[in-house]
């Protein structure tokens, strides 16, 4: 059994902050931004109203009409997602409450920024099985609900947004995933982390600035492993499935630092044209990147069918994924 992906769906809120506008909460400027991480702006909830559920709620809902689809066509919803407004029910509970997929199965996955990677992976391996016909993936986070403004090493990389993709059982076995990996290293989970009490704190982080409850992050050491991290997983890929940078249509990247991005492109080889940029409008987003990015490049008509596709991300954990596609 092959796996389709029927329709893509992504949300992100209407404020932008931009790089200027950090410039009056914290000490930096708009040119020291876009010189270290490529990023200009990037999109943040307004909490009355918005935040993890909404966003990932409404790039499901947008995914499902994509594919022609209702709520009560999925036997399954999973969220990727480290920013749960609550940690029982999950986001993806109430996202399928809320879309009509009861009695389906819902659950969320916590591998920060590589979760809708992960979340794909599982979605794929569970309708492979044949237990599930029909499954809606979301990934999404939003970071500024667990960002100190009032720290720079943070408060200039990340966004928020969700992207989706609902799957569904194909006859043609070649169709959907053809390889995977899903990994991590907990042994130094330390460059990066949201502790939410004193006793979780590593004694040589205490004089931390950065408040409980909000992501902390050691930029040097989440640099290196992304940079050697990125482009070991996609010569892995390219490896494991016999295929050339010229074969994928595309690369989709975590939205992570332009400069990890651009080191995956020069040492892996990638034709720069292939792999996708939106970081400059909307920042890390954590687990929302690469759905997001996904659902961009779809709707644009830049996904086409029978040509493989690459999804590649790494985060906090430390964790890392990638998924090489035939659409």
Partial sequence: MGVRIAGTGSAVPERRLTNDDLSRMVETSDEWIVQRTGIRERRVCDP????????????????????????????????????????????ACRIAGELGVTPGGAFDVVAACSGFVYAMNVADSLIRSGRFRSIGVCGGDAMSTIIDYQERSVSILFGDAAGAAV?????????????????????DWTPLYIPRRLQEVPEADRDNPIRMGNLRMNGREVFKFAVSRFRQVIEDALQATQLTPADLSQVICHQSNIRIIESAIEKVGLPPEKVYINIDRFGNSSAG????????????????????????????????????WTV
Avoid: Y
């Fill in 289 to 324: 990147s690469v759905g997001l990015c996904l659902d961009q490049l779809w709707r644009a008509g830049k996904v086409p069918a029978g040509k493989p596709m690459m999804m590649v991300a790494f985060g906090g954990g430390m964790t890392w994924a990638s998924s090489v």
């Fill in 48 to 91: 009355s109203r918005e935040g993890t559920f909404t966003l990932n709620r409404d790039a499901l809902r947008r995914a499902l009409e994509a594919a022609g689809m209702q709520g009560s066509d999925l036997d399954l919803v999973i969220v990727g997602t480290c920013t749960q407004e609550m940690s029982c029910p999950s986001v």
């Fill in 167 to 187: 799957l569904v059982a194909d006859p043609d076995p070649r169709r959907g995933c053809i390889h995977q990996q899903l990994g991590s290293d907990g042994r």
